[in-house]
């Protein structure tokens, strides 16, 4: 395990579709997240798991939005009826709980283009 | 609410000279800083980070400066070199106060390597 891994790297869909990513984090981290980022600015919080838990969702994360962590390993984010604003570079993160101060490592990201 | 910001959008450094990015807070929870580092279409990369109990921490050519009464810190890279050309995200967390490693990100500043 070399890192944290998205797939797919680009989705183009339809306005109106759903869409779903995959990431898979750092084996041995129990702390996941996703964020969004746009052009020109920088990563932004959408929600962040502590092993199966979802213990925050951030207002950015419309009721489209959905994530799940089952059994606390891989990570899904579904879109459903996608909007022209939803086009984004989703990231996933994971980090390791334990001592203070961890940082998070990142995926390449899903960059979602919708037409 | 731009709780991060990073204020130079750009900055052009002459190879072997030393860089000095930027990056300003308003949120006083936050006491963890990271730097990450972003190629096109790949995710942020883990640089450097430092406490609210340090003023320095350093790592190679990387260092950090950590000014929390004027709310303000800085990256330094000496000797810069053209590899280190990437766009420089500046992210902050409260994890000592709310056990929350959830990041908040600056816009980034684009750092070029003049060969």
């Known amino acids: 395990d070399t890192g944290v891994s998205q797939d797919p790297r680009h989705k183009i869909t339809k306005r109106g579709q759903n869409v779903t990513f995959r990431c898979d984090p750092i084996s041995e981290h129990n702390r996941l997240y996703w964020y969004r980022q746009t052009l020109g600015q920088g990563p932004e919080f959408l929600t962040y798991?502590?092993?199966?838990?979802?213990?925050?969702k951030s207002r950015l994360l419309s009721d489209r939005f959905s994530a799940e962590r089952p059994k606390g390993s891989f990570s899904t984010l579904e879109i459903q009826r996608t909007e022209q604003g939803d086009s984004a570079m989703y990231l996933c993160?994971?980090?390791?709980?334990?001592?203070?101060?961890?940082?998070?490592?990142f995926g390449q990201g899903t960059r979602l283009t919708v037409v | 609410d731009q709780q991060v910001k990073q204020n130079s959008p750009s900055l052009s450094v002459q190879e072997g000279r030393i860089s000095i990015l930027n990056c300003d807070y308003t949120n006083s929870m936050f006491d963890y800083f990271l730097w990450y580092k972003k190629y096109p279409a790949e995710g942020p990369t883990f640089l450097i980070s430092?406490?609210?109990?340090?003023d320095k921490n350093e790592d190679g050519r990387f260092t950090v400066f950590l000014n929390k009464s004027a709310k303000h810190l800085s990256l330094h890279i000496v000797p810069s070199q053209p590899g280190d050309s990437a766009v420089y995200f500046c992210a902050a967390s409260a994890q000592r106060n709310f056990g929350n490693e959830k990041l908040t990100f600056g816009t980034g500043t684009r750092l070029t390597i003049i060969p």
């Open positions: 993160a994971s980090s390791l709980l334990g001592g203070l101060n961890t940082e998070a490592f």
């Open positions: 798991f502590q092993n199966e838990a979802q213990l925050e």
């Open positions: 430092i406490s609210s109990i340090k």
